[in-house]
């Protein structure tokens, strides 16, 4: 399974920016996904998943309300919708997929098996 984010770019405080994330070779059965980021000098920490289904979704605290993550039926792109972006919202974003059905403890990085190159977001004046 191949994935490839794109859709960063630099951006002022209370702008937008959409994320993608293309899947490839993937298996006829689907998993869930999440969205992680990674500012300079800090550890990588979760943003949004988003199970198999589509029917639930979770967010870390300092972005409920201004992110939302989706995927198309097909399973073959991953999304994340930034509004109302903030200076700590700067980092690299990286979009995951597991490869087993396991629990919701979706903000272990660990319980992802596939990641994409990243994706650098900058918000500033």
């Known amino acids: 399974v191949q994935l490839q984010a794109s859709g960063g770019g630099l951006e002022e405080p209370g702008g937008s920016l959409r994320l993608s994330c293309a899947v490839s070779g993937r298996t006829s059965e689907t998993y869930a996904m999440g969205w992680f980021r990674q500012a300079p000098g800090k550890e990588r920490e979760f943003v949004a998943a988003?199970?198999?289904?589509?029917?639930?979704?979770y967010y870390a605290d300092s972005v409920k309300g201004r992110f939302t993550i989706s995927r198309d039926d097909a399973d073959t792109t991953l999304y994340l919708q930034m509004n109302d972006l903030k200076p700590d919202d700067t980092g690299v974003y990286y979009c995951a997929r597991r490869k087993v059905h396991r629990g919701s403890d979706y903000n272990d990085p660990a319980t992802f098996a596939y990641w994409g190159q990243g994706t650098l977001v900058t918000v500033s004046s």
């Open positions: 988003i199970t198999w289904s589509g029917r639930s979704t």
